[in-house]
Every structure is written in C-alpha cells, then in structure tokens.
C-alpha cells in the first residue's frame, strides 16, 4: 500500500500558474511510475501526465501537452506537477497515482490520495 498526499492546489487566474506535490510513504516509491489525474465536476477522472519511475519517461494528455509538466524526486519521495498558462477548462480536483506505465498508458495502482483543488478563473 502507497499513502499519497497531494498539495499545492488553490484559486488562480487564467494564465497563470501552479505547481502540484505529491508526497508519497510506505511501499517504495522509486518502484512505481507516478500519474496525475483529474476530475471535473459531472466529469469522469482523466489522465493528465505520467513519468516513469526513474524519470526517464514522461507523457501527456494532449489537452496539457506543452503547459504542464511532470517531475518527480525519488529521494524525497515528491511528484510534482508544474502547471502554466492555466485556463478555465484546467479547473478540476487533481489526483496522483503509484501505478505502473507501459508504452505510454499509466495503469493506475489502487491506491489514491485525496485530491487537491485546482480552479482558474477566467
């Protein structure tokens, strides 16, 4: 079992910016690829990035290809999610996940952390 705990979320303008963290405890971390997801109000939860778990690989929606990116920090246990050029569409509670990544298709473990929300107004 992964704990996750995401943070970083909060109230921003269109266009601006926001950087997500995800902390993670118990199994080893650097043992899974990590994903972000969100979930829009009377939407299903969607794939947002992905990065193996040696950071070696990374992959996006193409909705956040080129805005958003995806790191992670194998000592600290941290993923992050660097969102710029943020717009009203973004707004949604983001999600990590520890999963497991093969040709570009993260499958999501069962494990998640409780959310953080994201809003851009317009």
């Known amino acids: 079992q992964v704990q996750l705990v995401e943070s970083g979320g909060g109230l921003v303008q269109a266009g601006g910016s926001l950087r997500l963290s995800c902390a993670a405890s118990?199994?080893?971390?650097?043992?899974?690829?990590m994903g972000w997801f969100r979930q829009a109000p009377g939407k299903e939860r969607e794939f947002v990035a992905s990065?193996?778990?040696?950071?070696?690989?990374?992959y996006y929606a193409d909705s956040v290809k080129g805005r958003f990116t995806i790191s992670r920090d194998n000592a600290k246990n941290t993923a992050y999610l660097q969102m710029n050029d943020l717009t009203p569409e973004d707004t949604a509670v983001y999600y990590c996940?520890?999963?497991?990544?093969?040709?570009?298709?993260?499958?999501?473990?069962?494990?998640w952390g409780q959310g953080t929300q994201v809003t851009v107004s317009s």
């Open positions: 118990g199994r080893t971390f650097y043992n899974y690829a």
């Open positions: 996940n520890a999963g497991a990544s093969y040709s570009g298709t993260h499958y999501p473990g069962p494990d």
């Open positions: 990065i193996k778990w040696n950071g070696g690989s990374t």
